[in-house]
């Protein structure tokens, strides 16, 4: 003990309550980190529960029908174009 001086202790004293105060604080964000995943994994949940409940065959089926639709407009809109623009080139 005659190594050591007064000083030295004081000095490990500050530096062990810095490091508990440091501590703490890490452990404070690790909880509030903790609990945010948490709520997350929870709306995540609730996100399959009202997945599982889905009908995919159906939705594709309706997704294709309203793919055929919109093909089928698009074509008949390009139809009347070119039957616009074959009336005003040959006709006028």
């Given at each position: 003990?005659?190594?050591f001086?007064?000083?030295?202790?004081?000095?490990?004293?500050?530096?062990?309550?810095?490091?508990?105060?440091?501590?703490?604080?890490?452990?404070?964000?690790?909880?509030?980190?903790?609990?945010?995943?948490?709520?997350?994994?929870?709306?995540?949940?609730?996100?399959?529960?009202?997945?599982?409940?889905?009908?995919?065959?159906?939705?594709?089926?309706?997704?294709?029908?309203?793919?055929?639709?919109?093909?089928?407009?698009a074509?008949?809109?390009?139809?009347?174009?070119?039957?616009?623009?074959?009336?005003?080139?040959?006709?006028?």
């Amino acid at each position: 003990l005659s190594d050591f001086q007064t000083q030295d202790f004081d000095t490990c004293l500050a530096n062990l309550a810095s490091a508990r105060a440091e501590n703490g604080a890490t452990q404070q964000r690790i909880t509030g980190e903790i609990s945010e995943l948490q709520s997350n994994m929870i709306g995540i949940e609730k996100h399959i529960e009202r997945s599982d409940g889905l009908d995919v065959a159906r939705a594709v089926g309706e997704l294709n029908a309203v793919r055929t639709r919109l093909s089928i407009n698009a074509n008949l809109m390009k139809s009347a174009q070119e039957m616009e623009n074959k009336l005003f080139t040959d006709f006028l």
